[in-house]
């Protein structure tokens, strides 16, 4: 079956617009979570979701980052008025449910803010 | 604060050798300690997992060991590959929460 897919796999933007990223999980996995990846870095937990609501956003760094699951399964992390700090990769990954279950991360978005 | 510390930060050996990285863990209640690897520009792959009670679990050349009194968790590569190259995440989940702490991981250079 299909692993966890993000899209796009590149972005390019300029300082002070806005990005979608987009995360499609595991069919069946009602768990979905966000990290962000500096270089040389772990993954930086930012929210999870269980089924369609947010059910930890403490990891999300300030008010600019917003994420959606309105249907519990596709997410979408928005990111407003980018600065180049947020230049990272953004993990998604999905789990049967929250909790100790093993997570499976898809490719990642690398988002560069010029 | 639930941390989790890697050691070393890099490494580099040739092809054919062994090495073994180091997981050291302040997450408590434990739940169970995963060892990732992370081939440049992709998610992370679980390697192994590791409860509690166990203290020694091998996937193919990878062998992982829990000691749960002194925190501490290991991952030896036996007969390194090309391959191998990669970096390579510790994670710590604890009982009854939702969010597993992850290092910094180790980066591995194998050359031939």
């Known amino acids: 079956g299909a692993g966890v897919s993000q899209t796009p796999s590149n972005k390019v933007t300029e300082k002070g617009k806005y990005v979608e990223l987009r995360c499609d999980p595991i069919?069946?996995?009602?768990?979905l979570y966000w990290y962000r990846q500096s270089l040389g870095q772990g993954p930086e937990f930012l929210i999870y979701?269980?089924?369609?609501?947010?059910?930890?956003d403490s990891g999300l760094p300030n008010d600019r980052f917003f994420a959606v699951r309105p249907e519990g399964s596709v997410s979408t992390l928005k990111i407003q008025r980018t600065e180049r700090g947020d230049s990272a990769v953004y993990l998604c990954?999905?789990?049967?449910?929250?909790?100790?279950?093993?997570?499976?991360f898809g490719p990642g978005t690398r988002l560069t803010v010029l | 604060k639930n941390q989790v510390e890697q050691s070393p930060q890099s490494l580099i050996i040739l092809e054919g050798k062994n090495c073994t990285l180091q997981?050291?863990?302040?997450?408590?209640?434990?739940?169970?300690l995963r060892w990732y690897k992370q081939d440049t520009g992709r998610g992370p792959v679980s390697l192994t997992i590791?409860?509690?009670?166990?203290n020694t679990k091998s996937n193919g050349r990878y062998t992982a060991t829990l000691d749960a009194d002194t925190k501490q968790s290991s991952l030896h590569i036996t007969a390194s590959q090309l391959s191998d190259s990669a970096s390579y995440i510790c994670v710590v989940s604890g009982r009854g929460s939702y969010i597993p702490t992850f290092g910094r991981g180790t980066s591995l250079i194998v050359h031939p």
């Open positions: 979701f269980q089924g369609t609501g947010a059910a930890d």
């Open positions: 997981c050291n863990y302040t997450v408590s209640p434990f739940s169970n």
């Open positions: 069919s069946g996995h009602t768990a």
């Open positions: 590791m409860t509690f009670s166990e």
């Open positions: 990954a999905s789990s049967l449910s929250a909790g100790e279950n093993e997570q499976f």
